[in-house]
C-alpha cells in the first residue's frame, strides 16, 4: 500500500473501532485512538503477517504489551482478515471469546498481554529465540507512556542490549495521558531519548499521528546494526475524534450516542477525503 491507500485504511479502521467500542459500551478509546495507526502501518505495510495462517512459522510477532487498548487491534485484526465481523461483534457480550485485554483465543494474537511492563520482556523472548534458531521473523512490541514506569520494562531493555536484538522493535505511543493525568505529573519520562540511548538502544522518534512519518520510520530500520529498536511515537490521546483529543477522561470513556454520530460523522469526512486523494 502507498502512504494515501494507508491512510484511507486507517481512518477505515478508525470508524470501525468506533463501532466496536460504542457497540460493546466498553475500552479504552483514548489510546486505541492514538495507537491505531501505527498498528495499521505494521498490519497492512511492515510485518509479515498470513490471516489465512496465523500460526505460520516465518510470520512476525506482534505483541501488546498495552493491552487494555486491544479494541484497536481487533478492528486491524478483523480488517485484515484474521477475525471476522461477526466475532467482533460479540465483544461485551457473555460467553464471546474476545475479552479486554489480548487473549491467543483469538486468530493473529501472539500472548495474553496487558498487566502493564510485560510485553517487551516476552518480545526480548520471541526475538531471542529467532536469534538461536537462526530464523529472519522480527518482534514488534507496542508498549504506553504511562507503562514506562514499570521497572520490568528497563530489565528487558538491557537484556534485548546484551544480546543485540536487532530483530526486535519496540514502540512507545507517547500520547502524554494515562488514566491519573499527564505522565509527566504521574511519572516523568521525558528523558526516553536519552534513557534508550544509554541501555544500547537504537532510538529514533516519529510522528505517529502522520502515516508518512511512520511508514519511513519502520521501513528506515536497520536490522543488522547490533541493537534493539525503540521508536518514540509522539501521538495525540483520542487522535481523530476532536472532544477526545488531549482529554484524559477519554482513558476509559464512553460516547453517548450524541458523541459517538459526531464522531463518525467527522471520521467520515477523513474518509471521504481520503478517498479522493487516490
Given at each position: 500500500?502507498?502512504i ?6 486507517s481512518?477505515?479502521?478508525r470508524?470501525r ?10 475500552g ?5 485512538l ?5 498498528i495499521t ?10 490471516p ?6 516465518n510470520r512476525?510477532r506482534f505483541v501488546l504489551s498495552?493491552?487494555h487498548?486491544?479494541?484497536?487491534l481487533y ?8 477475525i ?7 465483544l461485551g ?10 487473549t491467543?483465543?483469538?486468530?493473529g494474537?501472539e500472548?495474553n ?6 510485553g ?10 529467532a536469534?538461536?534458531?537462526n ?9 504506553g507512556?504511562g507503562?514506562?514506569g ?15 536484538l536487532?530483530n ?7 500520547n502524554?495521558?494515562q ?5 509527566e505529573d504521574?511519572?516523568g ?7 534508550w ?7 529514533t522518534?516519529m510522528?505517529?499521528?502522520e ?8 521501513r528506515?530500520?536497520?536490522f ?10 509522539q501521538t ?10 488531549n482529554?484524559?477522561?477519554w482513558?476509559?470513556?464512553m460516547p453517548?450516542?450524541e458523541?459517538?454520530t459526531?464522531a ?6 477523513r ?8
Amino acid at each position: 500500500m502507498n502512504i494515501q491507500e494507508l491512510t484511507l485504511q486507517s481512518e477505515l479502521n478508525r470508524k470501525r473501532l468506533m463501532e466496536i467500542v460504542y457497540n460493546a459500551k466498553a475500552g479504552h478509546i483514548g489510546g486505541d485512538l492514538s495507537c491505531l495507526n501505527v498498528i495499521t502501518a505494521l498490519y497492512f505495510d511492515i510485518m509479515n503477517v498470513f490471516p489465512d495462517d496465523p500460526k505460520n512459522e516465518n510470520r512476525d510477532r506482534f505483541v501488546l504489551s498495552k493491552g487494555h487498548c486491544v479494541e484497536a487491534l481487533y478492528a486491524v485484526l478483523e480488517a485484515k482478515g484474521f477475525i471476522t465481523k461477526e466475532l467482533v461483534d460479540t465483544l461485551g457480550r457473555f460467553g464471546s471469546p474476545l475479552a479486554g485485554h489480548p487473549t491467543i483465543e483469538v486468530p493473529g494474537i501472539e500472548v495474553n498481554s496487558g498487566a502493564l511492563g510485560h510485553g517487551l520482556s516476552i518480545g526480548v523472548g520471541m526475538a531471542l529465540a529467532a536469534k538461536m534458531d537462526n530464523k529472519q521473523w522480527k518482534t514488534f512490541v507496542l508498549m504506553g507512556d504511562g507503562e514506562q514506569g514499570e521497572g520490568s520494562i528497563y530489565e528487558a531493555a538491557m537484556a534485548a542490549n546484551q544480546y543485540h536484538l536487532d530483530n526486535l522493535v519496540a514502540v512507545i505511543d507517547r500520547n502524554h495521558l494515562q488514566i491519573s493525568g499527564n505522565t509527566e505529573d504521574v511519572m516523568g519520562i521525558d528523558s526516553i531519548c536519552e534513557r534508550w540511548s544509554a541501555f544500547g538502544w537504537d532510538v529514533t522518534e516519529m510522528n505517529g499521528n502522520e502515516m508518512e512519518s511512520i511508514i519511513s520510520t519502520f521501513r528506515g530500520i536497520d536490522f543488522t546494526n547490533g541493537k534493539p529498536h525503540l521508536l518514540i511515537s509522539q501521538t495525540t490521546k483520542g487522535l481523530g475524534v476532536s472532544y477526545m483529543e488531549n482529554e484524559a477522561k477519554w482513558h476509559h470513556g464512553m460516547p453517548n450516542e450524541e458523541q459517538y454520530t459526531q464522531a463518525i460523522k467527522d471520521i467520515e469526512v477523513r474518509i471521504a477525503a481520503a478517498r479522493a486523494a487516490l
